[in-house]
């Protein structure tokens, strides 16, 4: 942690830090810097910029220098704060999870328009992370139940928070196993989404996210792209009888950009047939939703 040297006002440390933010090639290093001081001060930005003579001083700006260093290293600002934001509600993060994105909002987007399951459907979340998939559509259809399922006991950790923060943990179970690995879907409608891994080694990425978020959640062998979405199709593809995907529930996945071709085509093999597609915010085709063929 840095030593904090004395006051200074925030006009000052936003000058200093935009030029350090500057030299790391980011893309709007006034904003970020701005960003980044109004989420340490636990203030609007708009207050902040309102208020720029204001003094630093203290532990304040020893915390916001050593914000600073640490943004600069690449740490997600998800992380320093604790938490991040997703469909509009806030989610416990941590180290152990991937900070929710705004482009994963496709797919809650697709399910609550094209969705129409009945009031008491069960959805399941493999690979939950943080849980910000699973607790909001939790939220948004108040007579669903949940199952959130992740290899990492530190990730379920993270996402039982979420659920005590939402006050919807009365209404998931938690699972920790590989997938479906141990676990036999529910019968009857119902819903089981994913975005697993799908990030090859050298791809290009965020600013500090291959540094700092959890590789377990990002990458899989170059060779086998897909590894992961191959694991659980194989798995919804088993019988009803010995636990996998029903007929009258769907299979929803996020899935990397160039890449939504081959894993429909995988899906295929494995007896699924496509019924929706949708784009994220950068109109990059995200989410693919998918049931089995015996439902043609």
């Not at 879907?185 to 600013?207: D, I, K, R, S």
């Not at 894993?263 to 699924?272: R, V």
């Not at 047939?273 to 989410?287: C, H, I, M, N, Q």
Request: charged fraction near 25%; hydrophobic fraction near 45%; aromatic fraction near 6%.
């Amino acid at each position: 942690m840095t030593e904090a040297a004395g006051s200074l006002p925030r006009r000052v440390w936003l000058k200093q830090a935009s030029a350090k933010l500057k030299k790391q090639s980011l893309p709007d290093p006034v904003w970020e810097a701005s960003l980044l001081l109004a989420r340490c001060l636990g203030v609007s930005r708009l207050r902040l910029l309102a208020n720029q003579e204001e003094a630093l001083q203290g532990a304040e700006r020893q915390r916001a220098d050593d914000w600073l260093e640490r943004y600069l290293c690449g740490e997600p600002l998800a992380y320093l704060e604790g938490e991040a934001h997703f469909y509009g509600r806030p989610f416990v993060v941590s180290p152990a999870v991937l900070v929710p994105r705004a482009d994963s909002e496709c797919l809650i987007e697709m399910v609550l328009a094209e969705l129409d399951l009945p009031e008491k459907s069960w959805v399941c979340d493999l690979g939950t992370g943080s849980g910000c998939l699973l607790l909001t559509l939790l939220a948004e259809r108040a007579h669903w139940r949940g199952i959130g399922v992740d290899y990492s006991r530190p990730a379920l950790e993270v996402a039982r928070s979420n659920a005590r923060r939402h006050h919807l943990e009365a209404r998931v179970d938690w699972l920790q196993c590989s997938w479906l690995s141990g676990l036999e879907l529910p019968a009857g409608p119902g819903l089981v989404v994913a975005n697993p891994p799908y990030v090859v080694l050298g791809e290009t990425m965020g600013h500090g996210v291959a540094e700092f978020e959890p590789d377990l959640a990002l990458f899989v062998p170059e060779q086998e792209p897909l590894q992961a979405y191959r694991i659980i199709l194989q798995s919804c593809a088993q019988t009803e009888a010995a636990g996998g995907l029903s007929a009258e529930a769907r299979l929803l996945f996020e899935i990397g950009a160039g890449r939504s071709a081959e894993l429909i085509a995988l899906a295929k093999t494995h007896g699924f047939r496509l019924l929706k597609r949708a784009s994220d915010l950068g109109e990059v085709e995200r989410a693919l939703l998918f049931a089995r063929v015996e439902q043609a």
